[in-house]
Structures are given as C-alpha cells and as structure tokens.
C-alpha cells in the first residue's frame, strides 16, 4: 500500500510541466517600434538593433500597459549597462489608483547582465497588475534588451525544490533561535541566495508536508464515517495516513541528521584541517587566526587602538581574548595614548609614507609595521617620538 501510494504521488509529480507554466517576454533587440510603452523623463530613447537604448540626465520611467493573463514569480531584465546605476522596478496593481504604484528598489550593474527580481518575497506583488515598468535614476546609460515574466515549469518546481530542501544554511549565532526547517525553491538563484536574508527568502516546505499529512489524515476521517459500507477504503486510507507520517517523520530525522554533519564537516573543511594562516572560523572567517598572531603583541599593552569592519563579532572577542588591555575605538579620548593599532578587515586603510591613512588622509602619525596577516589586517606600531608634540 505505501509502495502504490508513493508511486501515484510520482506520477502526479512527472504530469506535463508546460500546464502549470507561461512566461510573457517584452523584447527590445530587433523591434521596429515600441507598442504599448509609456514613457517619460528619458533623455535619450532609442530602438537599435541590439535593444532600447535608454540615457537620462534626470530621473525616467518606462512603463508598459500590461495584461499578462498568468502568474509570475520570476522577472528577469536583460540589458548591457555602461555603467552601474540605480532605479526602480514598478507596479500598479488592476483597478487601483494612478498613484498606487509600488515600487522595488533594483540597481543596474556595468556590463551584460541580468536582474532576477524574485517576485515570491514581495507580499504586494499582483501579476495582475495593468501598469508594469522601470524607473531610471539620473546617469543611466544601458541597452534594455528584453523582460521575462514567467511562472517556474513543474520540472523545476520537482528539482529546485528538492534541492532546496537538501540544502542547509550554515551555523550562525542565530542558529538557536530560529529554526527555518526545510525550504523550496524554483531556480538556481533562489537556491543559491535563499539564506542570504532573514528570514530566508524562499518558502518553507514545512506546509507542504504538513499539507500531505493532513490531506490524508482527511481522507482517513471521512471514510471512517462510512466505515461500514467502506471498510476495506477505510483500512487502507488509515495505512495510507501511517505510512505517509512515518516516511516524511524519517526523511526529517535525516535531513537533521544531515544538517548537524555539514556544521562539523564544513568546520573540519575550513577550520581543523588547515594550517593556522589558512584558518577560517564560521562568521568571523580568519579573525580567529589573526588573534592567535596578534597576542604576544598585545599582551604587555595597557591599551590598543582596534578598527575592524564590524562591530559583531570581532569587538567582543578582542575585548574578551586581550583582557587585561583594553581596545579602543579610534574616536575614544584615550586613543592619542595608545601607540599601537590592530586593523581586521580595513582595506581602506593602507600604508603610506609611514603613516596609516584613509582615502589617503593620515589618520596616525609615523610608525612601522609590526604584522601583516593578510590584506586589511595588520598590526602598527606609531613611533614614539613621532607621536610626541
């Protein structure tokens, strides 16, 4: 009974994808004219033959009259920019005013490129929508060749989805509180980014298991109501619900199981098994490492000045593996006293001319350098005499 009833859900898992998938592509490349476009604000707006070649000197729109007649989870924007710049992705939803227009922050990168606007994330997103378009920030130069707005075929629903749930996020000091259980995705980028955001940006499949479960624990209820002239269905609805729960209970008990040995297999990857110039450690990376260097330069120091790129982690571990010194913000009082700074993660800051300098403005006096880990994180010295007055 498990057996047929695992088959049945295949077989409805393998039915033809191109009835639950449409995709409305607006081409640019190799049009004559532009039908059903709105448009204003655009300093230049130009059909040639490789897309709509599009410039402005103050902020412009492009929007088209929409009837798309599908759903649409994924738009995707082709285009060739010659340089990077801001705009908006915009919507007025059918029937609503002119001036309900949602709007999307999106940026436009140099180059050949896409945008993948992930249309499953935004809660007033109605594929719907009759107006539909872009907005372009002043100091846009691109070549629009094409948008796609499409739904994901049930191909790939079946195979990112079961990627998705067989892809784990990693351990994070969040980890304990929140417990995100299996996710689904449709595309590749989803699956790729969908644990780069919180919470994460792609569905759980937590409903849709349940979803199971319910269905035939359902199904089981009603037959038992007629299990007199249904008996033999009631049996075996009732076999149907048990074997369902346990297979999905089992496949849960694994991915968990799955999930802990990616935590110590990727540590052992990135951690255990390096050399200690190689070492990194989960969300601080090689910051770990770099303490274990920075140390017995630190431990005759009452105070040290300590720049990083963020704040989480790295000021709590200084503060906790450097006691008794004490690390300084560069803008703390003290800070004209201490002589030596500790830099992790701050290209920014760079030697010249002995000093340590931002956008090359010095921000200490002369010194030398005492340890260079890596690009950004380093350990100097200021010159005693060089500091005095």
């Known amino acids: 009974m498990c057996r047929h009833s695992l088959l049945i859900a295949l077989a409805l898992l393998l039915a033809p ?3 639950l998938a449409a995709t409305t592509t ?23 033959p490789e897309g709509l070649l599009i410039r402005t000197e103050t902020a412009g729109q ?6 798309i007649g599908h ?7 082709s285009y060739t920019a010659l340089n990077p710049s801001d ?7 059918k029937g609503a005013s002119l001036n309900q227009v949602y709007q999307l922050p999106v940026s436009f990168e140099a180059g050949h490129r896409k945008l993948v606007l992930d249309m499953q994330r935004i809660q007033e997103w109605d594929a719907t929508s ?12 691109l070549i629009l060749e094409k948008i796609e ?10 195979i990112y989805g079961a990627k998705a749930f067989w892809t784990f996020d990693e351990l994070r000091p969040y980890s304990i509180n929140f417990l995100w259980g299996p996710l689904l995705a449709t595309s590749e980028e989803q699956v790729a980014n969908m644990y780069n955001a919180l919470p994460p940006g792609a569905p759980s499949a937590n409903a849709f298991l349940y979803g199971v479960i319910g269905l035939a624990l359902l199904t089981y209820l009603i037959l038992k109501r007629f299990r007199g002239k249904y008996a033999t269905m009631t049996r075996r609805a009732f ?8 297979g999905i209970w089992m496949i849960y008990d694994l991915r968990m199981g799955l999930e802990f040995v990616s935590y110590a297999s990727k540590d052992w990857k990135t951690w255990w098994s390096q050399p200690l110039e190689l070492q990194d450690f989960r969300d601080r990376g090689s910051f770990n490492a770099f303490l274990n260097k920075v140390q017995p330069l630190i431990k005759d120091e009452k105070a040290f000045v300590f720049v990083a790129s963020h704040g989480w982690p790295y000021s709590g571990q200084m503060r906790y593996s450097a006691y008794p010194a004490r690390p300084l913000p560069s803008d703390d009082p003290e800070t004209p006293g201490a002589t030596l700074w500790v830099v992790y993660g701050r290209q920014d800051i760079v030697l010249k001319d002995k000093k340590l300098t931002v956008d090359s403005v010095p921000v200490t006096p002369e010194g030398e350098m005492l340890l260079e880990f890596e690009p950004g994180a380093f350990v100097f010295r200021i010159d005693q005499l060089a500091s005095k007055p």
Do not use: H
Not at 43 to 48: H, K, V
Not at 62 to 67: F, G, N, P, R
Not at 239 to 246: D, E, Q, S
């Open 62 to 67: 492009l929007v088209k009259v929409a009837d």
């Open 149 to 158: 707005l499409g739904s994901p075929t049930l191909t790939a629903r079946i």
């Open 26 to 48: 607006w081409n640019f490349a190799g049009e004559k004219k532009i039908d059903g476009w709105n448009y204003g604000g655009l300093t230049t707006m130009q059909l040639q």
């Open 239 to 246: 076999t149907v619900f048990v074997c369902v729960t346990a």
């Open 87 to 93: 705009g908006i992705f915009l919507w007025k939803p």
């Open 71 to 77: 759903s649409v989870t994924t738009i995707t924007v």
């Open 17 to 19: 994808a191109s009835a």
């Open 130 to 141: 009759d107006r539909i378009g872009l907005g372009f920030n002043p100091g846009t130069n």
